[in-house]
């Protein structure tokens, strides 16, 4: 889209935004005009029933809106002390019509979601709430759930650790508050069932996305996989780690212009031929040693501890780009997490065999009914409409923020725009006014507080995932004299109140400004950015946001701006940072164009990724029919009639369709698990047709079809020789062979997929 239409498209998404509040303004005023002050608890409960019995009877949701939202509008008054604000009653109508809100940072986005949850939940057939991490889903469950159960509705929620009939409990409720990877991972386990009973989860609703930016947009291509027990892992990492400390960069491999991804130069291919002994490395019989030598190259060149990892406990914990916090249960693809294992000198950690796989953006398309909130969409809204059909509605604040954005600090080289920083930090915490410092990943964090500790400021520092801990010290970052440093979104979710909630302390720090924000790095994303400096001016209180930055800055350097620096700023003396718009438009065309580059990227890897969940779809609609016996496989009798005659004359045709019925789910997975493994191999490898300028896509299409067409066969295959393999001593089917064995144990964990980006940024 070019700027002009681009400008077109915001005017006109402007124009339908205030048409769209407009209809909500007049709803406001038919929901205010119902007055329930005076009726009592059961009355307000019958009224509710009422509600609910006029949707299973085939009133629309739409036609009971108004009434639904005087309910929980004085449901929440009785039971939290709280009346909804008009702004937050029309983000509900808006959530209700199944758009994204954005809504500021303090706004009120919690109770915001009452209404549009409580009235889908109406139907009975269960509405969930995605958080954004576990102390979320319950600290919100904790405080909304007064609010559903004053009207009669149940309310769950799910946590990791918790066990079997928990889960099934709670996604049994009404509402249901969860993290969309522990759901997507439950609906991975309930893939797996061999029987009814065993499922946790009913079919999917509605879904409302709290931090919806997050979940829909960052994290929604990231395969979540679920894995088996296999043993370790079979590679062996050390040889290569060898040979790549033997090749020279810029001779025997190099990068490309942007440092996604990291190739051997043809010298370099020699070399490791000669070393390896192994002939031509691009041929078919050495994908296997070239899959390995690629993996430790990129291991070694592109991946840095404590900016992409930390080693914690003899283990290799992946940090989140985009939280900057350590990655609960995050792996690479196995054969990038083996190799950064052997750079660290760890045991190699087997991640098993996967066993199922998909990606949130897969999983929330299972929903009937989706909307979100957030505080920053509107920089998304092109994508939100294109991969969800989710538009966009901007919600007026309550009060008008008062924050005061500064344009940016911009210094030639990183050690001015550091001093500048200490310095800028100095000067504010003399004043007693609050200071959350922003960086770029945790080696960063722990220098700078480093670096403040030695000239006696003390601060927080938050680089870890320890949720509920991390929740109490960013509340708290408001008050008079912290100083938090903290890596992208630390806390997030969690409001950040001046004085700390003290009335006294709030006018303190009301009076020097609130809340300021100091960015020390710029992100690939202007978002993530927007999302930093909305941690300050919260609800219309004062606040400021600054990024100082410097030219030798990662995202400025690996996307060229040297090559297009303004000759004005070539010499520029560098304790002085620079002025002038110029550069400040310059800066942000770049992130301009990063932000696209991205997006497409995504666009081309969701190509990949779509044609194996419609596989999984049409596979597994088979495997739920023959689980709930809508289907009988009947493979046997079809095949082998003769042994199917026999078996239901010794067993009885009830038994033998029973065991069948059983031996064909588990062949099914024992093929879609191997078909998987393939998949894996033909992605990690893909990028080496663009070499024969062949289209990757193509290809990877090509030979997935290909695969695909042959599991039905397969399976039935295996089915009919587990049956012809089967021992029949005194009377049993004994099905304990080596084809039927299933997984002794099982594991979720998340794929970090940039490694696969990486290969295919070219297409």
Request: glycine share 6%; charged share 25%.
């Amino acid at each position: 889209m070019n700027l002009a239409n681009n400008s077109i498209y915001n005017k006109l998404s402007m124009t339908l935004n205030k048409m769209k509040l407009k209809s909500y303004h007049e709803k406001l005023g038919q929901i205010k005009s119902i007055s329930l002050r005076n009726r009592t608890h059961a009355q307000l409960l019958d009224a509710s029933m009422e509600l609910k019995t006029k949707v299973h009877q085939g009133v629309s949701l739409d036609h009971l809106l108004v009434d639904a939202a005087a309910l929980v509008n004085e449901a929440a008054y009785r039971t939290i002390g709280y009346t909804l604000y008009d702004t937050q009653l029309m983000a509900g109508l808006a959530l209700h019509e199944g758009n994204v809100v954005e809504m500021q940072t303090g706004e009120g986005k919690t109770l915001s979601a009452v209404l549009p949850t409580y009235l889908n939940a109406l139907t009975g057939e269960g509405a969930h709430i995605f958080t954004f991490n576990d102390y979320l889903a319950r600290r919100d469950m904790e405080w909304m759930s007064p609010i559903y159960r004053y009207l009669g509705l149940s309310v769950g929620c799910i946590n990791e650790g918790q066990g079997f009939e928990q889960r099934r409990e709670a996604y049994a409720a009404d509402i249901t508050y969860v993290t969309a990877k522990q759901a997507c991972f439950d609906f991975l386990k309930d893939s797996l069932v061999y029987e009814v009973k065993h499922r946790m989860q009913r079919p999917f609703h509605f879904v409302l996305v709290d931090e919806a930016d997050s979940i829909l947009i960052d994290e929604a291509r990231i395969p979540l996989v679920i894995a088996g027990d296999m043993g370790s892992s079979s590679l062996d990492f050390s040889h290569m780690l060898q040979i790549v400390k033997q090749l020279t960069p810029g001779e025997d491999f190099d990068t490309d212009d942007n440092h996604r991804n990291v190739y051997l130069t043809e010298q370099g291919a020699d070399k490791a031929e000669k070393i390896l002994g192994c002939g031509n490395l691009y041929d078919i019989d050495n994908n296997d040693r070239l899959t390995e030598l690629n993996c430790m190259l990129h291991a070694v060149t592109l991946l840095k501890k404590n900016v992409h990892y930390i080693v914690r406990d003899g283990k290799v914990q992946l940090i989140d780009e985009f939280t900057g916090r350590l990655a609960d249960k995050r792996h690479w693809p196995d054969g990038l997490q083996a190799a950064v294992e052997a750079k660290e000198g760890l045991a190699v950690q087997s991640s098993g065999k996967i066993l199922g796989s998909m990606t949130l953006q897969h999983f929330l398309s299972l929903y009937r009914k989706r909307c979100g909130m957030t505080a920053t969409a509107q920089s998304s809204m092109d994508e939100f409409k294109e991969t969800y059909n989710l538009e966009v509605v901007v919600i007026p604040p309550n009060k008008t923020c008062q924050r005061m954005d500064d344009p940016h600090l911009i210094y030639t080289d990183k050690s001015s725009k550091w001093k500048a920083i200490l310095n800028e930090i100095s000067s504010v915490h003399l004043t007693g006014r609050p200071i959350l410092v922003g960086t770029a990943s945790v080696e960063e964090s722990n220098q700078l507080a480093e670096q403040l500790t030695r000239i006696e400021i003390d601060c927080h520092v938050l680089n870890a995932q320890h949720d509920q801990e991390e929740a109490d010290i960013i509340a708290k970052a408001g008050e008079m004299g912290a100083v938090t440093v903290s890596t992208n979104m630390a806390g997030r979710g969690v409001d950040i109140l001046l004085g700390g909630g003290n009335s006294e302390e709030y006018y303190k720090v009301a009076a020097l400004g609130g809340l300021y924000v100091l960015g020390t790095h710029l992100h690939e994303s202007m978002r993530v950015d927007n999302q930093l400096r909305g941690r300050a001016g919260r609800q219309g209180d004062p606040g400021a946001s600054k990024f100082i930055i410097s030219l030798e800055d990662d995202i400025l350097v690996t996307f060229g701006l040297q090559e297009v620096l303004p000759e004005q700023y070539q010499n520029w003396q560098k304790d002085r940072p620079l002025e002038g718009t110029r550069i400040q438009k310059i800066i942000q065309h770049i992130q301009l164009v990063i932000e696209g580059q991205n997006y497409e990227i995504k666009k081309t890897l969701n190509k990949y990724s779509d044609i194996i969940e419609q596989q999984r779809k049409a596979l597994f609609a088979k495997r739920n029919e023959v689980l709930t016996d809508q289907v009988i496989p009947g493979i046997l009798k079809e095949r082998e009639p003769d042994i199917y005659q026999k078996l239901c004359k010794e067993f009885g045709m009830d038994t033998v369709n029973e065991k069948e019925k059983y031996v064909y789910l588990v062949q099914l997975d024992h093929n879609w698990a191997d078909y998987l493994d393939y998949v894996s191999f033909v992605r990690e490898s893909i990028h080496l047709e663009s070499i024969s300028n062949k289209n990757p896509l193509d290809v990877f299409n090509r030979q997935v079809i290909e695969a695909f067409e042959q599991i039905g066969d397969k399976i039935e295959s295996d089915v009919v020789n587990v049956f012809l393999n089967t021992d029949l001593p005194e009377g049993m089917m004994n099905l304990d062979i080596e084809g039927m064995r299933v997984p002794s144990a099982t594991w979720t964990y998340i794929i970090n997929d940039h490694f696969f980006k990486n290969r295919v940024s070219l297409i």
